[in-house]
């Protein structure tokens, strides 16, 4: 039985932040949202999810569209309590910068859980260190820029002062056009082609205290934050999916009432939960075939028809088809290439 899959998901406030930047870029964010099959309701929803695989869609989308580089690194410039959730509250009770971006990688998970954030304090110098965690996350250089503009506007807005870094450094090649990171972080020294990429701050500045922080609202703001935390530890409907296709996957194709039945939910809930995050049963269905497909094709004891009728296709030439769509080869050329 094959492992299902994490889904890496970006919080539904986190995505409203980068479609209001392509926003005032005099993008149609409306059909940009259509183009990429995320659901517009969703979109309103401040509990929800969207998986990082559309996200990268939404970016490489942009990408033909605009300068996608200034873009994703004028994302900071529209952050506010609001924009990040219950992360924001935490971090806004913290009596210290340095308590506040310790919560920052405490709960990071809560925004995005295709990356991680540590800090690092290395003397007078401490470094807030992102690394991407999701192989789902394509467009790297967009993440970081995203995710560093923010940090650094969350840091003034909680403390006030124009804090400044004091290097930056980036795990991606020198862009042709520097101009706006130079702009965004300046006065830093700007590193590209980094082993790690990271914001620099001096580690005097983590004694600086927090506007208007209450400690006694920073216990109830840790107490959501670790709710949501577990939620999103706990494995997902959508693994939770995969699971039983795979399971039932002997000879014929699963339904989608049958696994709702073995879920204990009716297929309209199963639909309406899976389409919050961005998901069908198709989807589902069609990645746990492709998975095993795969396992298959490399196991040279089995022929194609074979494989095609464990999978639950009536007619292999359906196979063929559905494979090619896949991954652009036949079965037949998998096989030669895999062995």
């Not at 470094?127 to 965690?133: D, H």
């Not at 506007?211 to 577990?230: I, K, R, Y």
């Not at 199963?270 to 497909?293: C, F, I, M, P």
């Amino acid at each position: 039985m094959i492992a299902s899959k994490p889904v890496h998901t970006l919080s539904v406030a986190s995505a409203n932040m980068l479609l209001g930047s392509a926003r005032r870029w005099g993008i149609d964010v409306d059909a940009l949202v259509g183009a990429i099959g995320i659901d517009p309701v969703l979109l309103r929803n401040p509990d929800g999810r969207i998986p990082i695989r559309q996200i990268q869609m939404l970016w490489r989308t942009l990408s033909t569209q605009t300068n996608i580089d200034r873009l994703s690194l004028q994302v900071g410039e529209l952050i506010s309590p609001a924009a990040v959730g219950v992360l924001a509250y935490v971090m806004m009770h913290s009596p210290t910068l340095g308590r506040a971006i310790e919560q920052l990688c405490r709960y990071q998970a809560i925004v995005c859980d295709g990356t991680r954030t540590t800090m690092q304090v290395e003397g007078e110098q401490t470094a807030l260190v992102v690394q991407i965690t999701s192989p789902d996350i394509v467009y790297a250089a967009q993440v970081y820029n995203a995710e560093l503009s923010v940090y650094l506007s969350a840091f003034r807005l909680l403390t006030g002062l124009p804090i400044a870094p004091t290097a930056i450094r980036f795990a991606y090649p020198t862009p042709a056009d520097t101009t706006e990171h130079e702009r965004t972080f300046a006065p830093a020294v700007l590193t590209f082609d980094a082993p790690e990429t990271a914001l620099v701050l001096p580690t005097a500045l983590l004694d600086t205290p927090v506007l208007n922080a209450s400690p006694g609202m920073m216990q109830l703001f840790e107490q959501h934050a670790d709710a949501l935390l577990s939620r999103l530890n706990t494995p997902s409907l959508a693994g939770r999916v995969r699971q039983e296709i795979v399971a039932l996957m002997k000879g014929e194709e699963p339904t989608l009432s049958t696994v709702a039945d073995r879920l204990a939910m009716g297929v309209r809930t199963l639909q309406g939960h899976l389409r919050s995050e961005g998901l069908t049963y198709q989807n589902l269905l069609d990645e746990v075939r492709k998975e095993l497909a795969q396992r298959h094709l490399r196991d040279c004891q089995l022929s194609i028809t074979d494989i095609a009728y464990l999978l639950g296709y009536a007619e292999p030439s359906v196979f063929f088809r559905s494979f090619k769509k896949w991954t652009g080869q036949t079965p037949g050329a998998y096989r030669q290439l895999a062995n």
